[in-house]
């Protein structure tokens, strides 16, 4: 459903050229839910906006959904689901129910599956309290929810989200990973999240691909990243033991690469 | 496209309605700025009975042309000049994952209809013009034909100052310098120019194409650079040849997009 063979993007900085992500493989299945971690600056947002479209790879390819996502990116997007966590994809100053009703024209949803859908979601992220609200007035939680119920109107094979627990209470947060657990779970949707917080990771996602200084350092389930540095009690010591050690080599892979039995093989 | 245009279009005007002063105001605004076109048109002709071998009516009816080109394709394409702002604040990265083109994405966002203010203003002064004039039927048609190729034109000019954003976030200046400005310099008879300067905006930069070719054509006047009357004929095939630039260049820069570090 998602692959990258070998995708690589530079920037051209102050006449320096910044390797953001460089020599990136790896394949997701249909219907997995995959965690992308790594420190901040390692790429993650970078490799996200490659497979959404927004940006061209520099060197290698990726394709999602069978597209190349720069390429076809009009088509892709029905395909697709995308949340930023970081910045709204609704109109800032319409209130919630046009802003939905709009992505609904411009998907070309029908409007009695549309109502269904909408209903649903109004049940499950409680939406109804703040739809006439614009939503530049919604608070960040709300905003969220409105943000991930936008991106699924569509019933998009495929999600990514860009760090979409971000700045939410614990409440919401786990509202959210619930809802996104089970709706995507019902409807087979193939799920690729960034996050800095790893109890997404543990709700959400059998595997994770640790990416840093642009490349993947690690590929496999939640068991046997934990496995890579034993005697850490929680996820969170084995992750910082990861970054820490990534940030005196930074240079080679820091660590054992793709785990061979790994989820990985299919596409 | 046309219809996703519409779509956010509308939109946008109804959101815009939710404030009818503010409608109305900036609608009054820009008839007012429309009106000292007008006027200062008015001032030259009280002083001089022509303007550069014009008569008013003549002038009139260029400036008509042009300014109505003009205003139309502001309404439609004029917002392509904030790219630079959603480069900025991230919200192209946005339009990039809807399923609609950019470009009509960002043209279309904010759609200010108090612009159709100005169209209207400007067709007026053509409408005005041309009765006044005796424009034989068989030139007649050129004139929507010069119309809508100077929107075209106009539009294609938006789009290139867009393009360029990609590359200087301080672009904006720029692009306005030559939208804006082409829309004041093709307000008079470009005979009132430097004979350098018309050469310029007929093989470079087709702003000639706009009113003044197509527009000494219909009023069956001669060229004063001496180029056939039937060069006036060519102002689609003009507008069309800056239009496929215009397209290129703005393939480029989203091809070359790179989005926001964040
Ligand atoms: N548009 C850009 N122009 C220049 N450099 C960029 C751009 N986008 C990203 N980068 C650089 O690429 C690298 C990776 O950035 P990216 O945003 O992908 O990191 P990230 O993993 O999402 O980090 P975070 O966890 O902090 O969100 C960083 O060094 C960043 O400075
Ligand atoms: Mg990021």
Redesign the interface.
């Given at each position: 459903m998602i692959e990258a063979d070998g995708a690589g993007r530079t920037?051209r900085v102050r006449g320096r050229v910044v390797h953001a992500v460089r020599d990136l493989s790896f394949r997701v299945a249909a219907g997995e839910f995959v965690a992308c971690l790594g420190p901040n600056g390692a790429g993650k947002?970078t490799t996200i906006?490659m497979l959404?479209?927004?940006?061209?790879p520099t060197s290698g390819r990726v394709r999602v959904a069978g597209l190349d996502p720069?390429r076809r990116?009009?088509?892709l997007?029905?395909r697709?689901g995308?949340v930023?966590g970081?910045?709204?994809?609704l109109?800032w100053?319409?209130p919630l129910r046009?802003s939905l009703e709009?992505v609904r024209?411009?998907?070309k949803v029908d409007r009695k599956v549309f109502r269904e859908r909408l209903d649903e979601m109004c049940d499950l992220l409680d939406l109804g309290g703040f739809l006439a609200t614009p939503v530049r007035q919604l608070s960040l939680g709300q905003r969220m929810r409105g943000d991930i119920a936008a991106a699924l109107l569509h019933d998009p094979v495929v999600l990514v989200l860009d760090e979409p627990t971000i700045g939410l209470d614990v409440v919401s947060k786990a509202e959210v990973r619930d809802f996104l657990r089970r709706r995507c779970a019902e409807h087979g949707t193939t799920v690729l999240l960034t996050t800095h917080d790893l109890g997404d990771v543990e709700r959400l996602c059998r595997r994770v691909l640790l990416i840093d200084h642009g490349r993947l350092a690690f590929d496999g389930t939640v068991d046997e990243l934990r496995a890579t540095a034993p005697g850490r009690a929680s996820i969170e010591d084995v992750v910082a033991e990861l970054y820490l050690r990534s940030r005196t080599t930074p240079r080679t892979p820091p660590l054992p690469l793709p785990a061979p039995d790994g989820p990985s093989a299919t596409a | 496209m046309i219809r996703t245009y519409a779509l956010l279009a509308w939109t946008w005007t109804r959101a815009a309605a939710q404030y009818p002063v503010s409608f109305a105001l900036m609608t009054a605004g820009g008839v007012v700025v429309g009106g000292l076109d007008i006027a200062a048109i008015w001032v030259i002709f009280a002083n001089t009975g022509t303007l550069a071998g014009f008569g008013l009516t003549e002038v009139m009816f260029l400036y008509g042309a042009s300014q109505l080109a003009f205003a139309l394709a502001d309404l439609l394409f004029g917002n392509l000049d904030r790219i630079s702002r959603h480069i900025v604040s991230g919200t192209l990265d946005v339009m990039l994952i809807r399923p609609a083109a950019p470009f009509v994405q960002v043209a279309s966002d904010r759609f200010t209809p108090h612009r159709i203010g100005r169209s209207i203003q400007a067709g007026a002064v053509l409408a005005v013009g041309l009765s006044r004039l005796d424009v034989p039927l068989g030139r007649v048609w050129m004139v929507p034909v010069m119309v809508v190729s100077g929107v075209v034109i106009f539009a294609a000019l938006f789009t290139l100052g867009g393009a360029l954003q990609f590359l200087l976030t301080a672009a904006p200046e720029v692009a306005n310098a030559f939208t804006y400005g082409g829309a004041t310099l093709t307000q008079y008879p470009l005979s009132v120019y430097d004979p350098r300067i018309v050469r310029g905006l007929t093989f470079g930069l087709p702003l000639a194409f706009v009113n003044w070719q197509p527009g000494l054509y219909v009023l069956g006047r001669p060229d004063p650079l001496g180029l056939p009357s039937w060069t006036g004929l060519l102002s689609p095939a003009a507008a069309l040849a800056l239009a496929a630039v215009a397209a290129l260049a703005w393939r480029a820069g989203i091809r070359r997009y790179r989005s926001t570090g964040s």
């Amino acid at each position: 459903m998602i692959e990258a063979d070998g995708a690589g993007r530079t920037f051209r900085v102050r006449g320096r050229v910044v390797h953001a992500v460089r020599d990136l493989s790896f394949r997701v299945a249909a219907g997995e839910f995959v965690a992308c971690l790594g420190p901040n600056g390692a790429g993650k947002s970078t490799t996200i906006k490659m497979l959404t479209g927004i940006l061209t790879p520099t060197s290698g390819r990726v394709r999602v959904a069978g597209l190349d996502p720069s390429r076809r990116r009009t088509a892709l997007a029905r395909r697709i689901g995308v949340v930023f966590g970081q910045r709204t994809t609704l109109w800032w100053d319409l209130p919630l129910r046009d802003s939905l009703e709009l992505v609904r024209l411009l998907y070309k949803v029908d409007r009695k599956v549309f109502r269904e859908r909408l209903d649903e979601m109004c049940d499950l992220l409680d939406l109804g309290g703040f739809l006439a609200t614009p939503v530049r007035q919604l608070s960040l939680g709300q905003r969220m929810r409105g943000d991930i119920a936008a991106a699924l109107l569509h019933d998009p094979v495929v999600l990514v989200l860009d760090e979409p627990t971000i700045g939410l209470d614990v409440v919401s947060k786990a509202e959210v990973r619930d809802f996104l657990r089970r709706r995507c779970a019902e409807h087979g949707t193939t799920v690729l999240l960034t996050t800095h917080d790893l109890g997404d990771v543990e709700r959400l996602c059998r595997r994770v691909l640790l990416i840093d200084h642009g490349r993947l350092a690690f590929d496999g389930t939640v068991d046997e990243l934990r496995a890579t540095a034993p005697g850490r009690a929680s996820i969170e010591d084995v992750v910082a033991e990861l970054y820490l050690r990534s940030r005196t080599t930074p240079r080679t892979p820091p660590l054992p690469l793709p785990a061979p039995d790994g989820p990985s093989a299919t596409a | 496209m046309i219809r996703t245009y519409a779509l956010l279009a509308w939109t946008w005007t109804r959101a815009a309605a939710q404030y009818p002063v503010s409608f109305a105001l900036m609608t009054a605004g820009g008839v007012v700025v429309g009106g000292l076109d007008i006027a200062a048109i008015w001032v030259i002709f009280a002083n001089t009975g022509t303007l550069a071998g014009f008569g008013l009516t003549e002038v009139m009816f260029l400036y008509g042309a042009s300014q109505l080109a003009f205003a139309l394709a502001d309404l439609l394409f004029g917002n392509l000049d904030r790219i630079s702002r959603h480069i900025v604040s991230g919200t192209l990265d946005v339009m990039l994952i809807r399923p609609a083109a950019p470009f009509v994405q960002v043209a279309s966002d904010r759609f200010t209809p108090h612009r159709i203010g100005r169209s209207i203003q400007a067709g007026a002064v053509l409408a005005v013009g041309l009765s006044r004039l005796d424009v034989p039927l068989g030139r007649v048609w050129m004139v929507p034909v010069m119309v809508v190729s100077g929107v075209v034109i106009f539009a294609a000019l938006f789009t290139l100052g867009g393009a360029l954003q990609f590359l200087l976030t301080a672009a904006p200046e720029v692009a306005n310098a030559f939208t804006y400005g082409g829309a004041t310099l093709t307000q008079y008879p470009l005979s009132v120019y430097d004979p350098r300067i018309v050469r310029g905006l007929t093989f470079g930069l087709p702003l000639a194409f706009v009113n003044w070719q197509p527009g000494l054509y219909v009023l069956g006047r001669p060229d004063p650079l001496g180029l056939p009357s039937w060069t006036g004929l060519l102002s689609p095939a003009a507008a069309l040849a800056l239009a496929a630039v215009a397209a290129l260049a703005w393939r480029a820069g989203i091809r070359r997009y790179r989005s926001t570090g964040s």
